[in-house]
């Protein structure tokens, strides 16, 4: 049975840096053409693909955001860790973490992160 | 503004067929596979079409999807009020090297 599940703050002010985890169960990162990738949601707005990193440790980013993102790996502990610079009010989201397969095949169930002082 | 153009709603009645297009360019659709996704309120996107047309075990034949040259259908046949939820298209960007979403459609059954 495949699983993801995000943790981190649910609050950050503005200028802060943010930190997500995602940890999963049921495949492993070092599998040929796997990856785990960050997605998030403004409350109501459409989805927005942030970073991906694959089984053989490429990164890849959004380039709207790239500047701000950095996603890396723990194929020990089954983690990745997405953090984003600069918090802004703008990055109020949900903020997913997926499976990259063919298309981002597992989902989490998401973490709410308000950006307010 | 998306990358990938859907239409913001679609509406039909009960066990009509519904089609949601997604509109792309050679970067991204034109080039590479399309998926689609379904999203119910509060709730994680679900892999609904892979590879183009393609359904993930488990999801209804109900569903099915076309592509042709640098835009995409979904369709659903048979609408039921479950069905009700948001759609969102997405495919690799080769421009962008990364993957792109549509703005979402909002279907209503009527």
């Known amino acids: 049975q495949i699983t993801l599940k995000e943790s981190g703050p649910t609050l950050v002010k503005p200028t802060q840096t943010l930190t997500l985890t995602c940890t999963f169960s049921g495949f492993s990162l070092t599998t040929t053409g796997v990856g785990v990738g960050w997605i998030r949601q403004p409350p109501g707005k459409a989805l927005e693909w942030l970073a991906l990193?694959?089984?053989?440790?490429?990164?890849r980013y959004s380039p709207s955001l790239k500047s701000r993102l950095t996603i890396t790996r723990d194929t020990s502990r089954n983690q990745v860790v997405l953090t984003v610079t600069n918090m802004d009010p703008v990055d109020t989201a949900t903020y997913y973490c997926?499976?990259?397969?063919?298309?981002?095949?597992?989902w989490g169930q998401g973490a709410l992160v308000t950006v307010s002082s | 503004q998306s990358v990938l153009t859907q239409p913001p709603s679609v509406s039909e009645a009960p066990r009509q067929k519904v089609t949601i297009s997604c509109s792309g360019s050679n970067s991204n659709i034109g080039r590479n596979a399309v998926n689609w996704y379904q999203q119910f309120p509060g709730r994680a996107p679900k892999l609904l079409i892979y590879?183009?047309?393609l359904l993930p075990s488990g999801v209804s034949d109900r569903f099915s999807a076309s592509k042709s040259g640098t835009s995409a259908s979904l369709a659903i046949s048979g609408l039921q009020s479950e069905d009700e939820a948001d759609y969102y298209c997405a495919a690799w960007d080769d421009s962008l090297n990364g993957p792109v979403f549509g703005g979402g459609t909002k279907l209503t059954v009527l």
């Open positions: 590879y183009d047309d």
């Open positions: 997926a499976r990259r397969n063919y298309g981002f095949d597992y």
């Open positions: 990193i694959y089984w053989d440790d490429d990164k």
